[in-house]
């Protein structure tokens, strides 16, 4: 099989077009003739050398794909209700940028209804770590308001859809005017320009003094301290990423004087099953929301993953460069063949 994998550790041109043996789909597994690869963050990380492949996961980038079920263990197809020729898409540990991808068979989920390969791909890795840290960790309840740090990333065009349509108040913020813009045409109630607005102060003022219930962050390091400042009393906090450094100094008798919660989590290496509960999940309570229009894939660029250019060797190469510029609203997605 063709693939895009990583030559060495470094900038988007050491992602190259290779050639793989076909995976085998094992006990629990099946085997995706993979039509779409989604383009994601931490693929980023893994191609400039920051963050490890987890123990017996491919070397291969890719977290989420989507595509039709070629084979696959028929016991644990049986139990996820799953069948040789399904369109489905997946959430994977790796391998994902190539035209096959084994995948657990409690992590995959059809394709909704009226969806296309390349918005199906762009769903599994943002709508589980979505819902497994806003809604099961900083459990968001209806009434509540979110507030989401880079409301126009995959995660946050995700979180800002999902959170309205289960009937929460979302305060987005952006780095510029017209990502702002977006973020309101997403349906944040409110997006604040963080370059020109402090926003801290307009938390507080949205929220006439009372701060928000949940903020979910991408960036750590000096934002804990002001979002920690954000949150109303009995406030949730939750990091999935630390773009901003690992290290933060906040002001703990605020912790104590709010009974605030500060928590966080990695979705790559927790267990199959970990995974697999979160998918039930999202088709129990979220899919039926996609099929109905009320949550949208955000689509902003499209690569064909193998195209060679004049200036960069795949056009995954190119996806990352673009994810880098952080020009981008919504997902990146490679094709493989048609999609």
């Known amino acids: 099989m063709k693939v895009v994998e990583i030559q060495k550790p470094g900038a988007p041109e050491v992602l190259v077009p290779g050639v793989r043996q076909d995976p085998v789909a094992g006990i629990g597994e099946v085997l995706i003739r ?14 400039t050398g920051s963050y490890p492949v ?7 980038p890719g977290l989420e794909v989507a595509g039709v079920i070629e084979a ?3 016991a644990a197809m049986d139990s996820a209700g799953l069948a040789i020729g399904d369109r489905v898409c997946a959430l994977v540990a790796g391998g994902g940028y190539a035209e096959r991808c084994v995948a657990p068979a409690g992590q995959c989920l059809p394709v909704p209804h009226g969806l296309s390969d390349v918005e199906a791909a762009s769903l599994p890795e943002t709508f589980f770590t979505v819902w497994s840290n ?6 968001l309840q209806a009434g509540e308001v979110l507030l ?7 995660i946050g065009v995700t979180a800002i859809q999902m959170a309205k349509a289960l009937g929460a108040m979302v305060i987005a913020t952006a780095g510029s005017d017209d ?8 349906g944040a109630d409110h997006a604040i320009n963080y370059k020109t607005q402090d926003f801290v102060a307009e938390v507080k003022r949205l929220t006439d003094g009372a701060g928000v219930n949940v903020v979910l962050d991408m960036v750590a390091g000096g934002y804990v ?6 949150l109303a ?3 949730r906090l939750v990091l999935i990423a630390v773009q901003g450094g690992v290290k933060s100094e906040f002001n703990a008798g605020l912790v104590l004087r709010k009974r605030l919660t500060v928590t966080g989590s990695t979705l790559r290496p927790r267990p199959v099953e970990f995974k697999a509960a979160i998918a039930k999940a999202l088709k129990a309570k979220v899919w039926s929301l996609i099929e109905s229009g009320h949550i949208k894939p955000v689509i902003h660029s499209v690569f064909d993953a193998l195209a060679v250019g004049d200036d960069l060797p795949s056009g995954a190469a190119r996806a990352h460069a673009l994810m880098e510029s952080n020009q981008h609203i919504g997902k990146i997605v490679l094709t493989w063949g048609d999609a």
């Open 34 to 47: 993979v039509a779409a690869s989604g383009v994601n963050r931490p693929d980023v990380l893994q191609r």
């Open 54 to 60: 987890p123990p017996g996961a491919s070397d291969i």
């Open 72 to 74: 696959g263990d028929p």
């Open 134 to 139: 806003v809604f099961d960790r900083a459990r």
């Open 148 to 154: 989401v740090q880079g409301g126009t990333s995959g």
């Open 179 to 186: 990502k702002c813009a977006a973020c309101l045409a997403l």
């Open 225 to 230: 301290a002001r979002e920690i400042e954000c």
């Open 233 to 235: 009393e009995d406030g």
